[in-house]
């Protein structure tokens, strides 16, 4: 399959795109499936409040929306390629540099520039590929590279598990600092995006691709997308950076927690692969809203689970369905606009989703504090996924194998 760069063209494989984009993709998971652990670790070495502790989940949204903004819009400035390495970079470095750090505002203002570069990472890596392969197999593609995000989870739970009670946390965010190096690499290796590379003479300001998003052609898909992202986003970060300390306060021992977290991240490979089958045989829609619902579902019955059984399987339940969601939301989103403003379009939507990420953590560690339990927590959950569900029922258009533009 011929691609370009900005200097000559060049050829990269489909299976090889998939894997150097899914690369980038693990990375960005393992450091934000460490986080998770680590705000439970903290909680215990630096005495926080619930308060304090949903603060640093979301101040990592905050730098995801500033970066799904300005990346995404960089990313039909500059091309696909040139923002994913950038991206990859600022979020290693800065992640590496947060294990060094005495204080929580220290700590705090590392974690925006991480999540600055994983919220910039996400939509255009998904672009990229989506804008790379056959549209026959787009959305597979797109729901495959999503399903690397489950194996950096798995990693970080691993590391989490046999790292953190061991030698600390601080090692632990070490680690994550290794996917820099790699970047170096994919500079060498990756092509861009053939569409973009087609279209790089005839860039609008950004300006005109932000009203290009808004405008009456475009209005409907992205009302629809900027509902679905904020409530999935909302929804995932609120719950799953609170997995290891929910099971902490339902009495497990920290060590105990974290094992019982890895259990559940091991239903998100399945929830992908299926989510990966259907796409192309049914459709975006169709398995949108039905992984969306059964999340809805899985966080209200893990939300009122009282005995251990039933908090590993409606939890691996959770993780099945939602990250399922994740994988059909990213093929979606890229599908909705245009070349010449899709990198935009995908961003911005990100980036408002990005904003529900800021709310989730803090709404819980708010709630927590005012003395509300986990049931009518993840009942907010429920009910948010359900209006994301709806706004794909009936707004959404179903792209399946319709060549991008």
């Not at 290693?92 to 705090?108: D, E, H, N, P, V």
């Not at 929910?246 to 890895?262: D, E, H, N």
């Amino acid at each position: 399959m011929a691609t370009a760069t900005d200097e000559k063209p060049t050829t990269i494989s489909r299976n090889k795109l998939l894997t150097v984009a899914g690369l980038g993709w693990l990375f960005d998971a393992m450091d934000v499936g460490i986080l998770s652990f680590v705000i439970a670790a903290l909680a215990i070495d630096w005495n926080l409040t619930s308060t304090e502790m949903g603060l640093i989940a979301s101040v990592n949204s905050v730098g995801m929306a500033v970066g799904a903004f300005v990346f995404g819009i960089y990313a039909d400035r500059i091309g696909r390629k040139k923002v994913f390495i950038i991206t990859l970079l600022l979020f290693s470095i800065a992640s590496g540099l947060s294990a060094l750090t005495t204080s929580l505002a220290a700590f705090m203002i590392l974690r925006f520039f991480v999540g600055a570069g994983l919220g910039g990472e996400l939509p255009v890596a998904s672009t990229l590929v989506s804008e790379s392969v056959p549209a026959k197999e787009r959305g597979r593609i797109v729901v495959l590279l999503e399903s690397f995000w489950a194996g950096g989870w798995l990693l970080a739970a691993i590391i989490s598990y046999f790292v953190i009670p061991e030698y600390g946390w601080r090692i632990a965010l070490l680690l994550t600092a290794l996917p820099a190096f790699y970047a170096l690499y994919l500079r060498i290796n990756l092509p861009d995006s053939p569409q973009f590379s087609a279209k790089k003479n005839v860039l609008q300001s950004v300006t005109n691709n932000i009203k290009g998003v808004w405008s009456k052609e475009y209005r409907k898909p992205t009302i629809m997308l900027w509902t679905v992202w904020f409530t999935v986003v909302f929804s995932y970060y609120g719950m799953f950076l609170w997995l290891p300390s929910v099971m902490v306060a339902k009495g497990f021992p920290l060590i105990q927690s974290f094992g019982y977290v890895l259990l559940m991240t091991l239903a998100q490979l399945p929830g992908y692969f299926i989510a990966a089958w259907l796409i192309e045989r049914i459709g975006r829609k169709f398995v949108l809203v039905t992984f969306l619902l059964g999340t809805a579902f899985s966080a209200l019955a893990f939300g009122n689970a009282e005995t251990i059984m039933m908090l590993l399987i409606s939890g691996a339940f959770l993780s099945f369905f939602n990250l399922g969601a994740w994988g059909a939301l990213y093929a979606y989103s890229p599908e909705q606009y245009p070349t010449i403003i899709r990198g935009t379009g995908t961003g911005m939507a990100a980036s408002f989703g990005r904003i529900g990420g800021i709310f989730g953590p803090l709404l819980v560690g708010v709630m927590l504090g005012a003395g509300y339990g986990f049931p009518v927590i993840f009942g907010v959950f429920c009910v948010a996924i359900i209006i994301g569900a709806a706004a794909v029922a009936f707004l959404g258009t179903e792209t399946k194998q319709i060549e991008l533009e």
